[in-house]
């Protein structure tokens, strides 16, 4: 039997065009992974075109690689920037990060950790925990100065502005 798969339909054909119903459920309804942070139906039933992307990246992220690769972690830290920048979800956007955190460790990548860890600082920020805050930018700088980053590199600057900003409260 031959098959065709249409990625946009979410369905099926065999050789006779019979459509048949692809068993993926939407991110909404996966329970096999518990510790992934919450997406809402809500979320799947966005009109927000800039969401409505990241989660078919990190959809289709899973699918491909299973989620634990860089490409899952790279999408679930675009949603914490989303909750974060355009919900006004701090909390979320740190369920986000978290779980992006721990697939980049697992990886041992570690400027994607460093970034990680400073998009974390910033959620911290947000829920008022200037010391958890200062913790993450901190191992953020450490991290990229290990890195051999020279001072004018963007992430080290940025790090480095966070660390000061929270020395300073």
Do not use: C, E, T, W
């Given at each position: 039997m031959m098959v065709a798969t249409s990625y946009e339909q979410n369905s099926v054909f065999d050789c006779s065009m019979q459509p048949m119903k692809l068993q993926i459920p939407p991110l909404h309804q996966k329970t096999a992974?518990?510790?992934?942070?919450m997406i809402g139906v809500h979320d799947e039933e966005?009109?927000?075109?800039?969401?409505?992307?990241?989660?078919?990246?990190?959809?289709?992220?899973?699918l491909r690689f299973g989620s634990a690769h860089q490409n899952c972690a790279d999408a679930w830290?675009?949603?914490?920037?989303?909750?974060v920048h355009m919900q006004r979800d701090a909390e979320a956007a740190r369920e986000c990060h978290e779980y992006a955190l721990k697939i980049f460790r697992e990886c041992r990548l570690a400027k994607e950790t460093a970034t990680t860890l400073n998009d974390l600082g910033y959620c911290f920020e947000r829920l008022n925990l200037?010391?958890?805050a200062l913790k993450n930018y901190q191992e953020s700088l450490r991290i990229l100065e290990s890195e051999d980053l020279s001072e004018?590199?963007?992430?080290?600057?940025?790090s480095r502005r966070?660390?000061?900003r929270m020395q300073r409260r």
């Open positions: 992974l518990i510790d992934q942070p966005s009109s927000n075109p800039v969401l409505k992307q990241v989660l078919y990246d990190l959809r289709d992220a899973q830290n675009a949603l914490g920037l989303i909750r200037p010391d958890a004018s590199h963007p992430q080290v600057l940025s966070a660390v000061f």
